[in-house]
């Protein structure tokens, strides 16, 4: 039966009988091949609409429909485990595991997380955000398991990019070495690994995943342990044979029994090989080769513009008015670091770019094509991206290290380590600083300013604006030593932003308004994004408003002035309270012995869910309406 092609997103909902007609994964393993592959083309119809009405990951999770109905086919779910890394390819996933309806809100306030979640399903086995998890996990599991006496399978589906991560390496180093039940499929949609996909390949797999050919396999293994120097000439033999038409090798010698690579979107291949290595024991890899995008057909042709997608607007019944005079669009802080960083690079040639597989959302397009010898994506691997920028800087090199505030959370032993301890010149452009909306709590960039902080020798500026951006990351690059520039998702303010590249001084703060009048006089001291309401409400309250701009070094005489000629300070920051910028006023005033009432206002001592930004900040109590009420609450 051949597999349903599509060449835009339905905007209706598609017929789904076979999809609609169970709520739970266990009545795919009553189907038969022809039912199978009926469902796996509404799995894809379906998956196309319910991402066009919510926006979201797709890309991913249309290359693994065809594994997805297989798993659960051959599998026992909930009580076998799925373990899926990356998360974003779990949305087939959640549809066939009784949260078909509930996909029309994923992303959204109130609505499905972006990503596999413990607390959401019993088929979520392990909660996903960042990648390359799933071996240590689901070795883990399967060691529980076998300590328990419980005969379960535990399976970790791993997309290639995760693979790239040394994470993941260790994980199957371990594993290989266990007699842990657990089967790890390589979901390769990138060619990374091989080409080697066939009628011969896809023989193989299935001849090496059979029941009689692992009978013989280990029969053969106990004859042949009793003639001297037999047992290595067989498997030698084997290894070169799988070598043939497969990557075997690299896993075979880690201790896993490799089987593949087969084509990903064969399912009748797919079922039958993994319904032979449900029950095999000890470690088994399956390499499948998928088409990120596979069925809609724009995906396959641009895979990285298609990774997500917004939600479609509905078809309109009434006429539209006529469209408003365009306004000139606001740039967003990874635009104005882009075009910072090709500048840069133009006016010192030591000037090195580095990002952990983030081209596109870090902005280093423009860049990668402009200097491709000092352009340099390490994949995901934050641990490396950090120490390989303080190789550089011990070479006198000048490297910026652009990463989101969340991974940089995996590369924090090596910037103290690597980077502070050595006191080395290492510039880190932090994207997506604070709540980064729908991706949720494994992605909101909450705790930076907590965790740099405490580092010896850490600068750590925050821009209210697109121009500070800019200014901040020249301070950044000609400080000689390490420091950090942190940045929220989205656009700016609409500042204009100068073409120099001129450096804001550091530690240095900026009135922005002086209390007028009578009243009790109140100085607002924000930090970054948190300019913008406190602008606001420093209006309605007739408050002094100062951009801190910098978390460390605090501008201590501007600090130390507004609690001289005021009478409640205010902070502001997008980031916790525990151990932010607040704290940093904090500790300077009761350093200098200042007695003064001070209100630190930030995220809260909590995993903040998901949902818009504006809706986010607003539930935090950190929009301009959330921050005026907490003030006045406070005021006598």
Not at 561 to 571: K, M, Q
Request: glycine share 10%.
């Amino acid at each position: 039966m051949p597999m349903k092609l599509f060449d835009e997103i339905p905007r209706e909902r598609p017929a789904t009988p076979l999809l609609d007609s169970f709520d739970h994964p266990s009545a795919l393993r009553a189907m038969n091949a022809r039912q199978l592959a009926q469902l796996a083309d509404e799995l894809r119809a379906y998956l196309l609409y319910s991402v066009g009405v919510s926006g979201g990951h797709f890309g991913a999770g249309l290359g693994v429909v065809e594994l997805s109905v297989a798993l659960h086919h051959a599998f026992h779910t909930p009580k076998d485990r799925l373990v899926w890394d990356v998360g974003h390819q779990a949305y087939p996933h959640k549809i066939l595991t009784g949260r078909r309806e509930a996909m029309l809100g994923i992303r959204q306030q109130n609505g499905l997380a972006a990503f596999p979640r413990r607390a959401e399903s019993e088929y979520d086995t392990f909660g996903v955000g960042h990648s390359s998890t799933s071996i240590s996990a689901a070795l883990g599991m399967a060691l529980a398991a076998q300590a328990k006496g419980e005969h379960r399978r535990v399976c970790a589906i791993i997309g290639d990019g995760a693979l790239t991560a040394g994470m993941a390496f260790e994980a199957l180093a371990h594993a290989g070495h266990t007699h842990a039940n657990m089967l790890v499929v390589l979901n390769d949609n990138e060619m990374s690994i091989s080409e080697n996909v066939g009628g011969l390949a896809t023989y193989l797999a299935r001849m090496m995943s059979s029941k009689p050919y692992l009978k013989m396999r280990e029969e053969g293994k106990k004859v042949l342990s009793h003639l001297p120097g037999a047992l290595e000439i067989a498997k030698r033999t084997e290894e070169h044979m799988k070598g043939m038409v497969s990557p075997a090798t690299l896993f075979e010698e880690m201790g896993f029994h490799y089987i593949g690579p087969i084509d990903g979107h064969d399912l009748e291949a797919l079922t039958e090989t993994l319904t032979n290595l449900r029950d095999v024991k000890g470690p088994q890899f399956l390499h499948i080769k998928t088409c990120k995008g596979k069925g809609f057909l724009p995906a396959e042709a641009d895979q990285i513009g298609y990774h997500a997608i917004t939600k479609l607007e509905k078809t309109r019944r009434t006429p539209t008015p006529p469209p408003k005079a365009p306004s000139a669009p606001r740039k967003k802080y990874c635009n104005v670091f882009g075009d910072w960083l090709c500048d840069m690079a133009e006016s010192d040639p030591r000037l090195m770019g580095i990002t952990p597989a983030m081209r596109e959302g870090s902005d280093l397009v423009r860049f990668s094509k402009e200097y491709p010898a000092r352009y340099f994506d390490v994949a995901i691997a934050e641990q490396h991206a950090v120490t390989l920028a303080a190789g550089m800087a011990c070479e006198g090199m000048k490297p910026v290290v652009a990463i989101y505030s969340t991974f940089l959370q995996r590369g924090y032993d090596q910037l103290i380590h690597d980077v502070a301890v050595q006191n080395l010149d290492v510039t880190f452009a932090i994207d997506r600083a604070g709540l980064v909306g729908e991706d949720g709590p494994t992605h909101h960039g909450s705790m930076d300013l907590s965790f740099l902080r405490c580092v010896p020798g850490m600068v750590i500026l925050a821009p209210a604006d697109e121009a500070e951006c800019r200014a901040m990351l020249s301070a950044a690059y000609h400080y000689p030593g390490p420091t950090a520039v942190r940045y929220p998702r989205g656009t700016g303010p609409g500042v204009e932003i100068p073409t120099h590249l001129d450096a804001l001084p550091i530690g240095k703060a900026e009135v922005r308004r002086e209390a007028t009048g009578e009243g009790v006089r109140i100085a607002l001291l924000a930090f970054g994004s948190l300019n913008g309401p406190a602008a606001e409400v420093a209006e309605r309250l007739n408050a002094t408003h100062i951009n801190m701009r910098s978390i460390k070094p605090l501008d201590r005489d501007a600090v130390l002035h507004a609690a001289d000629e005021h009478e409640l300070l205010i902070t502001l920051e997008e980031n916790a309270i525990a151990g932010g910028a607040g704290s940093a006023v904090n500790e300077l005033l009761h350093a200098e012995g200042v007695q003064i009432e001070v209100l630190n206002l930030g995220l809260p001592d909590e995993f903040v869910e998901h949902g818009s930004p504006e809706e986010l900040l607003h539930d935090c109590g950190l929009d301009a309406e959330g921050i005026e009420a907490a003030i006045r609450q406070r005021l006598p």
